[in-house]
């Protein structure tokens, strides 16, 4: 079998508690640190602003980054005081959360996005901002953060054509990116389902939660007969297929 990184690392962050997550994020530093000509401390490449810079410099064509503004300080005290909500309710993602992010805020109407080759930059909108669901948008491109920093390292799956449509109807997607959809997907669901075993669910989280579970299972029906999968994608869905049955 073929070297697998993720079980390297003790699993997938925000499903598998063990994960060595300050082992991924060294990983991926060094990875930033060998497209930078300057060679920083490894350590200075946790910054999101050096990580964005080290894949701006390095790609000939230029990385497409929507269009956003600074947050403003009421924006990121709701950003910050949601982060906290969503620790205090999974304290193993105590970690998680701990990694330097940007927080920028969307021009346009896009809810959220992230951008692995914009590492560790989270985009909101003005949308997200005011919804009731800003934690799961939240934890939506956190997921998205981790998962980028694997890929950053090492492939999920080979190139496939873009042809897959995700469950909630968008088409277009390659099997990488089914990826990204299952793994924030099956985050959001241990989210919810935290929030029912604490008492604190609403009518509206328990919907979420049989759309996301849904969602998720939907996603690995696209991916599981692909064979596009590497040993890492493997581990992935299977970790995902497990967490979802428990």
Same mark, same amino acid.
């Not at 598998?16 to 920083?40: F, H, P």
């Not at 929030?195 to 690995?220: H, P, Q, W």
């Given at each position: 079998?073929?070297?697998?990184?993720?079980? @390297?690392?003790?699993?997938?962050?925000?499903?598998?508690?063990?994960?060595?997550?300050?082992?991924?994020?060294?990983?991926?530093?060094?990875?930033?640190?060998?497209?930078?000509?300057?060679?920083?401390?490894?350590?200075?490449?946790?910054?999101?602003?050096?990580?964005?810079?080290?894949?701006?410099?390095?790609?000939?064509?230029?990385?497409? @980054?929507?269009?956003?503004? @600074?947050?403003?300080?009421?924006?990121?005290?709701?950003?910050?005081?949601?982060?906290?909500?969503?620790?205090?309710?999974?304290?193993?993602?105590?970690?998680?959360?701990?990694?330097?992010?940007?927080?920028?805020?969307?021009?346009?109407?896009?809810?959220?996005?992230?951008?692995?080759?914009?590492?560790?930059?989270?985009?909101?909108?003005?949308?997200?901002?005011?919804?009731?669901?800003?934690?799961?948008?939240?934890?939506?491109?956190?997921s998205h953060t981790w998962i980028?920093?694997?890929?950053?390292?090492?492939?999920?799956?080979?190139?496939?054509?873009?042809?897959?449509?995700?469950?909630?109807?968008?088409?277009?997607?390659?099997?990488?990116?089914?990826?990204?959809?299952?793994?924030?997907?099956?985050?959001?669901?241990?989210?919810?389902?935290?929030?029912?075993?604490?008492?604190?669910?609403?009518? @509206?989280?328990?919907?979420?939660?049989?759309?996301?579970?849904?969602?998720?299972?939907?996603?690995?029906?696209?991916?599981?007969? *692909?064979?596009?999968?590497? *040993?890492?994608?493997?581990?992935?869905?299977?970790?995902?297929?497990?967490?979802?049955?428990?």
């Amino acid at each position: 079998m073929s070297y697998c990184l993720v079980a @390297e690392l003790g699993g997938l962050p925000m499903i598998d508690d063990e994960v060595k997550i300050s082992t991924l994020a060294t990983l991926a530093c060094a990875i930033r640190q060998r497209l930078d000509n300057e060679k920083q401390s490894l350590a200075a490449y946790l910054q999101p602003e050096l990580a964005r810079a080290c894949y701006h410099n390095a790609y000939t064509q230029p990385v497409t @980054e929507l269009d956003s503004v @600074e947050m403003n300080k009421s924006d990121m005290e709701k950003i910050l005081s949601t982060c906290k909500e969503v620790v205090s309710l999974v304290p193993k993602w105590q970690s998680i959360f701990s990694i330097p992010l940007c927080w920028r805020r969307l021009v346009g109407d896009i809810f959220s996005s992230s951008n692995p080759l914009i590492p560790q930059h989270i985009y909101l909108g003005k949308n997200s901002l005011n919804s009731p669901r800003l934690a799961e948008y939240i934890i939506h491109e956190v997921s998205h953060t981790w998962i980028g920093m694997i890929t950053e390292i090492a492939p999920l799956a080979e190139r496939s054509e873009p042809i897959h449509v995700l469950p909630s109807g968008t088409s277009g997607k390659e099997i990488t990116q089914v990826m990204y959809a299952l793994t924030f997907a099956v985050s959001a669901v241990r989210y919810y389902r935290e929030k029912v075993a604490s008492g604190c669910n609403t009518i @509206e989280d328990n919907m979420r939660l049989i759309y996301l579970e849904n969602y998720a299972d939907g996603c690995l029906k696209l991916i599981e007969p *692909s064979g596009k999968l590497t *040993s890492n994608g493997i581990f992935i869905a299977t970790s995902c297929h497990r967490f979802l049955s428990s």
